[in-house]
């Protein structure tokens, strides 16, 4: 009986769980705009009430309250109109309109009002003035609020006449309200581009500090200060305290490897030196043999031992680069083959890098009749591909020829001595430059070795 210790998710969980992970999915991945978001967004969501609020309950208000007084001033005309009807007392309420209410009224002759305008979208202005004079007046009439801007034009059709009014629109409309969504909105705009201006200076700093771990990565030079907030520079200051360390560390054993390199080399130096005085003979051709060997396996392990962490990365020519390399290759007598595609400019470890192919190279002319050599520079990679015909490697054995030390003689040609350091050499070289190496079939039929790394 197996027990599951994962969580049990509620119903509710369970159902809300895949929304949750599409609306992770949609937001921006970057920092700079995370941050944004976080800051607009609440400022967004805020002036997105405050304007609900502000247009539903004070615009709303306001714009109802003058037309509703707008139109007690239109009843009460028709009102004077209806009970004292004369042709003099309409030229007095014209003139009684005009100076004490602001109103252009006119008593039109009786007929059929004008069609009905097309209805504007979002119009506050027109729903709420046709309903006040629907329940104020309670007769036929007919509203413009969009021919002119500035003037509202009301025809009402009364028993004897058509009483035409004019008013300016600010009569029955709170139009001081866009001024408001003016100000909040070019305010929201100003305090946006000083918050983006402001994150883009804390934001900086957290660049430098990535791309000075991504060049010492590499292996290359860099110039970095800790700048930014409190905790932007300590952790830019532990950065530095931290490649002190390593390259500390890289000093130390470098200057041990060298004492023991020089005092092992002078042991070997004094067998070969008492070899050579003695008498020549098959068991001294031997044991000169066994002491190349051990010259040449002791070169190898403070070789890997060593690395190459002291050199600095500069720019090469890969054109050049690869002919060093066919040039080289060409000696041992295996037909080699060098091609390039791209920039052939690239920034890396010169010696180090070579010593990364040159093993590669090694490695295929030693298993192989014919080695290909491709190399591949894009906008943000090189690739290296080393092809031969030779047996190939299993893939499930690829990844152990990694290991130091380790031959897959059941595989390869068992003829052929080696430290079993040449590929761990070139993977801990590749690496040092942010890469990787990896080993995959060849089109030719044995292996191909694949060195990547960034540039």
Request: charged share 25%; net charge neutral.
């Amino acid at each position: 009986m197996r027990l599951s210790l994962a969580p049990r998710l509620s119903p509710l969980r369970a159902w809300l769980l895949p929304f949750w992970r599409r609306a992770v999915a949609l937001m921006p991945k970057g920092l700079f705009a995370r941050t944004l978001l976080i800051v607009v967004a609440p400022m967004v969501i805020l002036q997105g009430v405050l304007t609900y609020v502000f247009m539903e309950r004070h615009w709303q208000l306001v714009t109802r309250r003058l037309s509703t007084a707008l139109t007690q001033d239109i009843a009460a005309v028709i009102e004077l109109h209806e009970t004292y009807p004369s042709r003099t007392n309409d030229l007095i309420l014209e003139r009684i309109a005009r100076q004490q209410l602001n109103l252009e009224i006119e008593f039109l002759p009786k007929g059929e009002l004008p069609p009905p305008l097309p209805v504007p979208l979002f119009s506050i202005l027109e729903a709420t003035l046709s309903k006040e004079i629907s329940r104020q007046i309670g007769k036929p009439f007919w509203l413009d609020t969009i021919g002119r801007s500035t003037f509202i034009e009301v025809r009402v059709r009364l028993d004897d006449a058509i009483l035409r009014v004019v008013a300016l629109r600010g009569a029955a409309y709170a139009s001081n309200s866009h001024i408001f969504l003016l100000w909040m909105a070019g305010t929201s705009l100003v305090l946006i581009a000083v918050e983006i201006a402001f994150l883009r200076t804390q934001i900086k700093p957290i660049l430098m500090l990535a791309n000075a771990a991504e060049a010492f990565g590499k292996g290359r030079d860099l110039e970095f200060h800790p700048l930014g907030a409190r905790e932007v520079h300590k952790a830019g200051v532990a950065f530095l305290e931290m490649k002190r360390r390593i390259e500390r560390a890289f000093e130390q054993r470098t200057a041990m490897l060298n004492g023991v390199s020089h005092d092992l080399r002078t042991i070997l130096m004094r067998f070969k030196l008492s070899l050579t005085l003695l008498p020549q003979s098959d068991d001294t051709h031997d044991l000169q043999k066994d002491v190349a060997e051990m010259q040449r396996m002791l070169a190898s392990y403070l070789a890997f031992a060593r690395g190459d962490g002291g050199e600095s990365a500069t720019e090469i020519d890969l054109e050049e680069f690869l002919e060093d390399l066919r040039l080289d290759a060409g000696r041992s007598g295996v037909e080699t083959t060098a091609v390039l595609k791209g920039d052939p400019l690239v920034t890396v470890r010169p010696d180090a890098f070579k010593r990364c192919v040159a093993n590669l190279i090694g490695n295929a002319q030693t298993y192989g009749k014919h080695v290909f050599v491709e190399a591949v520079r894009d906008e943000r990679f090189l690739t290296i591909h080393v092809d031969d015909d030779g047996p190939g490697i299993p893939p499930d054995k690829r990844e152990e020829v990694f290991k130091p030390f380790v031959r897959l003689d059941t595989a390869r040609n068992q003829d052929e001595g080696g430290t079993g350091l040449g590929l761990a050499i070139a993977r801990d070289i590749a690496r040092a430059h942010g890469g990787d190496i990896v080993l995959s079939g060849s089109k030719a039929g044995g292996l191909r070795a694949t060195v990547r790394v960034p540039v």
